[in-house]
């Protein structure tokens, strides 16, 4: 194994470590924090490959935000009355991201992005994530 590879896979492993060690001591207001945190990261890294024309770091970043979306959806309270328009929400979200997987733009995820922002700053207290303008 070269040493650029062993390193990725070092780095890796120590991000998978890092994730876990947060999800475990997580409430469910601090876990869904974390995955709006993960979605958004997820959707600039997917932006970024986008505009360098990376295609395999695109994937993996898509990936990403979608089980970062998956977990958002599944952690939905279905007694909420707010749980109708977050489903149809992430729903709209993931259609978009599966349209927009093989574009060569980023502008339209660039939207989404400021979407998921605005929803995380209505649902998390104390959202690290600003809305672009």
């Given amino acids: ?7 990725r896979c070092a780095t890796r492993a120590y991000n998978q470590v890092s994730i876990e060690a947060r999800i475990l001591g997580c409430d469910g207001e ?11 990261r997820s959707l600039g890294q997917l932006i970024a490959a986008k505009q360098r024309n990376r295609p395999a770091i695109a994937s993996e970043a898509l990936s990403k935000a979608l089980a970062a979306l998956s977990a958002l959806e599944t952690g939905i309270d279905r007694s909420s009355p707010l749980a109708p328009a977050l489903s149809s929400f992430y729903l709209g979200v ?3 991201l599966a ?6 733009h980023g502008s339209k995820i660039e939207e989404l992005r400021r979407d998921v922002a605005d929803v995380a700053s209505a649902m998390v207290k104390d959202s690290p994530m600003e809305v672009a303008a």
Avoid at 1 to 7: D, E, H, K, P, Q
């Fill in 1 to 7: 194994m070269t040493s650029s590879l062993a390193g």
């Fill in 30 to 40: 601090k876990l869904v924090r974390f995955c709006f945190e993960e979605l958004d």
């Fill in 94 to 96: 993931r259609t978009e």
């Fill in 99 to 104: 349209r927009q997987a093989w574009s060569r």
